[in-house]
């Protein structure tokens, strides 16, 4: 009613003191008093909602665990191949001014008996390479392929490029058919577009024969994921 908003009117009037002489009978808007009231009630559920998301925060964040150097050393030391491996990458590592491949080939042969499968693929792409190593295909062809039916992408890649250019092994377009399409389902682009140059020489029932192999080998290391 008018008789209520003339009341409201009343609570928000304020005085303040003239600059000029001092009178403090001079008034304040109502409207912009209750319009800058207005406004804070506003903002309290929003920074109420500011500090929740930022005590939260807080809250979970924790402390961020660290493995030094010397503690991968000991791990490797006591023959876990996961440190193992990351012994082999540290002495690969140009970031830190590291480089010592034949220690490095040793640290990947170490983890590669111990089955770790990432270290099998290095190890073996050393032999091929024969980088810190005396170069041997025949032991190359092997880690590979054991990293290879494994899972390793880019194991699989170069097992199909060693079929296909006969490098190590007889060539056999089927077998460089079979791993190029492993690797490319995992990712791999210049597997993927080798896949598809190779198949173009194959028969229907070599293709059949491939992709049944193919699945079989994914249906193992997957089902051990």
């Known amino acids: 009613s008018k008789e209520n908003n003339k009341n409201l009117d009343e609570l928000f009037i304020a005085t303040r003191s003239c600059p000029r002489c001092g ?30 998301n930022f005590n939260q925060g807080t809250d979970i964040a924790g402390p961020v665990e660290t493995v030094s150097n010397d503690q991968i050393e000991i791990l490797a030391e006591k023959d876990d191949p996961d440190a193992e491996l990351q012994m082999g990458l540290h002495n690969t590592s140009f970031a830190r001014g590291v480089k010592n491949d ?47 039916q494994q899972g390793h992408a880019e194991a699989q890649a170069t097992l199909g490029e060693m079929y296909h250019s006969g490098i ?14 492993l690797a490319a389902a995992q990712g791999v682009e210049s597997a993927a577009s080798a896949r598809d140059l190779v198949v173009r020489q194959l028969t229907s029932s070599q293709i059949a024969a491939m992709q049944e192999e193919a699945i079989r080998i994914s249906r193992g290391y997957h089902s051990s994921y």
């Open 168 to 181: 190590a092994i007889n060539g056999n377009i089927e077998r460089a058919y079979l791993w190029f399409n």
């Open 102 to 148: 034949r220690i490095a080939v040793q640290w990947f042969e170490k983890a590669a008996r111990h089955n770790q499968v990432e270290a099998q693929y290095r190890y073996g792409l050393a032999l091929l390479e024969g980088k810190g190593v005396v170069q041997d295909y025949k032991t190359a062809f092997y880690w590979l392929e054991k990293s290879a």
């Open 23 to 52: 009178d403090r009978k001079i008034r304040r808007s109502s409207k912009k008093i209750k319009d800058g009231l207005l406004n804070i009630l506003l903002l309290i559920p929003i920074l109420g909602a500011l500090w929740m």
